[in-house]
């Protein structure tokens, strides 16, 4: 079976280490706060200007006025710290952030990302992923393995236009886990219940498979 939204989540968060200062995108990536593991010093940061980011909150907790890049309300961990948005991209701009969790509509066997525009639709902009992909020293990509019509996401070469070059090594989909080098897709870790073969089916970009493909584990 594919991947949950809060499972990705889930997997994602075994990237975290103690001690990183991480920002974490729209969408899916914002999920990973709620799943950072016990014990574990990780400060997570807001292009908005919040370093120190908790779970979501409950009702009894919620502060409309604390939120996210995303416009969504938000926890702080004890420790955190307000600043400008200025100052965030002074961060993320430094090499300060040690690791960036981004979704994407595309990426490809080159590292290549395409994450802010589709054509003809409507969709929230650039935010301050080109600075993060350009700056960030690891980024993994979470994200569907194929669109809505079934089409692989996973290509050859990104169609839509780049957010940023080369610079993806690590991908979570909902299907599985990957890396990416020398020009190629290696499959590392399979969602639980999901076929090698299904995971060959829906990755257009070239793919290398090794003779044995573990189940993730969360």
Known sequence: MALTREQLAQRVAKELRDGYYVNLGIGIPTLVANYVPEGMDVMLQSENGLLGMGEFPTEETVDPDLINAGKQTVTAATGASYFSSADSFVMIRGGHVDLTVLGAFEVDQNGNIASWMIPG???????????????????????????????????????????????????????????????????VERAPGVSVEEIIAKTEGELVVPDHVPEMTF
């Open 121 to 187: 639709k409507l969709v929230k902009g650039m935010g301050g992923a080109m600075d993060l992909v350009a700056s960030a020293q690891n980024i993994v990509v979470t994200m569907t393995h194929a669109n809505k019509k079934g089409e692989s996401k996973l290509l050859k070469e990104c169609t839509l236009p780049l957010t940023g070059a080369g610079c993806i090594k690590k991908v979570v989909s909902d299907l599985a886990y990957l890396e990416i080098h020398d020009g190629k897709f290696h499959l």
